[in-house]
Nanobody, 119 residues
Framework: VQLQASGGGLVQAGGSARLSCAASGRTFSNLAMAWFRQAPGKEREFVAAIRWSGTTYYSDPVKGRFTISRDNAKNTVYLQMNSLKPEDTAVYYC??????????????WGQGTLVTVSS
């Protein structure tokens, strides 16, 4: 599976951004998709995941502000980020595999896209 993430950039605090991750190379609909992020000097952390069935999971820091969704027909997963805070600044990575919240368990990764939230 090849994953291509896009949509990062500079956003003001309180603003919104949407990340996309397009998958190719194998059946997409059977995979769970997830977003992780890594801030400078910190470990990669779980942000959100969505099962092939559509069930979603969120980390506490983003719950209520971020929404993960997927379009199986387009082999694409999205992360809508609202009410962004400076602490959301990080490189965001999409990942695909069997569902888990552990970064080490995902076999497939996108290249990362930087989101910078200015105060």
């Amino acid at each position: 599976v090849q994953l291509q993430a896009s949509g990062g950039g500079l956003v003001q605090a309180g603003g919104s951004a949407r990340l996309s991750c397009a998958a190719s190379g194998r059946t997409f609909s059977n995979l769970a998709m997830a977003w992780f992020r890594q801030a400078p000097g910190k470990e990669r952390e779980f942000v959100a995941a969505i099962r092939w069935s559509g069930t979603t999971y969120y980390s506490d820091p983003v719950k209520g502000r971020f929404t993960i969704s997927r379009d199986n027909a387009k082999n694409t997963v999205y992360l809508q980020m609202n009410s962004l805070k400076p602490e959301d600044t990080a490189v965001y990575y999409c990942a695909a595999d069997r569902f888990t919240v552990a970064a080490g368990e995902y076999a497939y990764w996108g290249q990362g896209t930087l989101v910078t939230v200015s105060s």
